[in-house]
Each structure stands twice: as structure tokens, then as C-alpha cells.
């Protein structure tokens, strides 16, 4: 079992930056993978971000790429994602997932574990 508790969330202006951070508790970190997910009022939870096992791969959704950057310690037992330039409709509900692997995985099926979420209003 992991447990995933995210933070960093809070009011940006349009254009500013946020850095969200997610620590685990329970088994090995380096033994999941990591991805950042994000849910919109009204809207289905959407890929952002996911990065492997050892943090020399990751991926991004389309909207986000050059602008959101996701990253792992595994010494810490943590995963971040900085976010720069944000915009209005990055505004959503950001949670971390994991799972276990060693590549990425885009899909939201693949995951077993997920945060609270940490709420992101971007203000225009």
C-alpha cells in the first residue's frame, strides 16, 4: 500500500508559478512509477505529467509541455511538478498517482494509488 499526500497548491496569477510536491509513505518509492493528473469543474481527470522509476524519463500532455517540468527524488520519497507560465485553464484540482513499473504510463487506468489533490485556481 502507498499512501500519497500532495501540496503547493494555492491562488496564482496568470503567468506566475507553482511548485506542487507529493510524498509517500509505505513500499519502496523507486519501485513506481509517478504521474501528476488534473480534473477541471466539470471535467474528466486528465494526464499532465509522469516521469519512470529513476527520473531520466518523463512525459508530458501537449498543453503543459515547456511550461510544467516533473521530477522525483527518491531519497525523499517525493515527486514534484513546477509550473511556470500558467495559465486560466490550467486552473483544476491536481492530484499524484503511482504505480508500480519501471517506464511511464500515460493512461489513468494504470494507476493504483492516488492522492487527496491539491486545489490550483489560476486568476486571469
Known amino acids: 500500500q502507498v499512501q500519497l499526500v500532495e501540496s503547493g497548491g494555492g491562488l496564482v496569477q496568470a503567468g506566475g508559478s507553482l511548485r506542487l510536491s507529493c510524498v509517500a509513505s509505505?513500499?519502496?518509492?523507486?519501485?513506481?512509477?509517478l504521474g501528476w493528473f488534473r480534473q477541471a469543474p466539470g471535467m474528466e481527470r486528465e494526464f499532465v505529467a509522469a516521469?519512470?522509476?529513476?527520473?531520466?524519463?518523463?512525459y508530458y500532455a501537449d498543453s503543459v509541455k515547456g511550461r510544467f517540468t516533473i521530477s522525483r527524488d527518491n531519497a525523499k520519497n517525493t515527486v514534484y511538478l513546477q509550473m511556470n507560465g500558467l495559465k486560466p485553464e490550467d486552473t483544476a484540482v491536481y492530484y499524484c498517482?503511482?504505480?508500480?513499473?519501471?517506464?511511464?504510463?500515460?493512461?489513468?487506468?494504470?494507476?493504483?494509488?492516488w492522492g487527496q489533490g491539491t486545489q490550483v485556481p489560476v486568476a486571469s
Open positions: 498517482a503511482a504505480a508500480e513499473g519501471t517506464y511511464y504510463y500515460i493512461s489513468i487506468h494504470k494507476y493504483t494509488y
Open positions: 509505505g513500499r519502496t518509492f523507486s519501485s513506481y512509477v
Open positions: 516521469i519512470n522509476w529513476s527520473g531520466a524519463t518523463a
